[in-house]
């Protein structure tokens, strides 16, 4: 369940702050900073990101993520400044948020791909190097993949945005967050949670996996048919 109501702004801010849930962004779409910390400017309508201290961007686009526990905080800002620094934190003046998107995660039942018909997951790793994989299975809040080793960049938590491509539903944009990544030998699956998912893309992917579900039922069908024919 994703919750975007505006009125409730305010309320998610104080509980992101109360709680100290470490905060993660990716600046302009490309650098991500971890385990930084969201704080009320005092005095002020513009919020603070507390980062630790070495280079930080002095300005740029944000999208922010903040997990805690089963809940996801998502939202959007820019860098309108700085503040003083030390030699362990430094802080970042960003515009307060028009709305924040709240997830709460719970479980979807999940489909398999047809071999003959791929689910495309397209992305673009940290060296900008685009990335095209099938799906291994999907479902109504995420999906997984899988990936080599030797590309693997991600985090659990990371943010980004990826294109999914559907032979017979066409393809939709949605930013995902990283739930899990599970190693292996040669290679290492990659667990993904939706996140800023617009309606377009929750109808075609919940399509989706009501479709493929309806033609499992249908092969389990089947199959008892068969096998009571045989007794």
């Known amino acids: 369940m994703i ?5 409730n702004t305010e309320q998610y801010l104080k509980e992101i702050i109360k709680l100290a849930i470490p905060v993660k962004m990716t600046v302009s779409g490309k650098t991500q900073i971890d385990d930084c910390k969201l704080l009320f400017r005092p005095g002020s309508k513009d919020l603070l990101i507390r980062i630790k201290g070495g280079e930080h961007p002095k300005s740029g686009t944000l999208s922010i993520v903040c997990v805690h526990h089963n809940k996801v905080y998502v939202f959007s800002g820019r860098i309108i400044g700085t503040e003083k ?3 362990r934190f430094g802080y970042l003046r960003i515009s307060r948020p028009g709305e924040i998107a709240k997830q709460e995660r719970r479980k979807f039942s999940r489909a398999k791909p047809r071999s003959s018909k791929p689910v495309r997951v397209k992305f673009v790793l940290r060296d900008n190097t685009a990335v095209a994989v ?4 999907i479902s109504g809040g995420g999906l997984s993949c899988l990936l080599p080793s030797n590309l693997v960049t991600f985090a659990p938590h990371d943010s980004f945005p990826i294109t999914i491509v559907f032979q017979t ?15 292996s030998s040669e290679m290492k699956k990659l667990s993904f949670s939706y996140s800023l998912m617009n309606e377009y893309a929750h109808s075609v992917i919940t399509s989706y996996v009501a479709t493929r579900q309806q033609e499992n039922d249908r092969g389990e069908s089947s199959s008892t048919k068969g096998k ?4």
């Open 169 to 183: 539903l066409g393809k939709v944009q949605t930013w995902v967050i990283v739930t899990g990544v599970t190693p």
């Open 85 to 87: 620094t030390n030699s």
């Open 228 to 231: 009571k024919k045989q007794d």
């Open 134 to 137: 099938d799906a291994i299975d």
């Open 3 to 7: 919750s975007r109501d505006k009125d």
